[in-house]
């Protein structure tokens, strides 16, 4: 539990990730007999390499995240409402489907509702890994 917190703990946004594959792959070094990463900072952890048969796991440490702005006495979370060019907003499921529509170098405009105002701000996206 004290690494997933610390892992959790640690604010890397998408794409700017090194410390939390750093704090990876330390805990993975408590497990798997090889433990490497690349020029690009993907990890790898190998547990009896070299062995019969092989599997690989793979995921994304990166987080992707919503402002939650309350918590209902049911402890249901609810998100600020955020456009992202001309798309609502208003959960993570939501979000992963609008970031595919736009790629790299693409400025959009973000607009957010904070204190019944809504102010708008231009993002220009980063290449992930840069």
Not at 27 to 33: M, V
């Amino acid at each position: 539990m004290a690494f997933l917190e610390k892992l959790l703990d640690t604010p890397e946004p998408s794409g700017f990730e090194t410390a939390e594959s750093w704090i990876w792959r330390s805990e993975a070094k408590g497990f798997a007999q090889e433990v490497s990463a690349d020029v690009k900072d993907n990890s790898q952890a190998a547990v009896n390499p070299g062995g019969s048969p092989r599997m690989m796991l793979a995921g994304h440490i990166d987080e992707i995240g919503l402002m939650i702005v309350h918590i209902d006495d049911d402890g249901f979370f609810f998100f600020s409402t955020t456009w992202i060019s001309e798309f609502d907003v208003s959960d993570l499921y939501e979000m992963t489907d609008v970031l595919p529509s736009h790629k790299s170098g693409d400025t959009v405009t973000i607009r957010v509702r904070r204190d019944g105002e809504v102010l708008e701000l231009l993002a220009t996206l980063g290449k992930h890994g840069a």
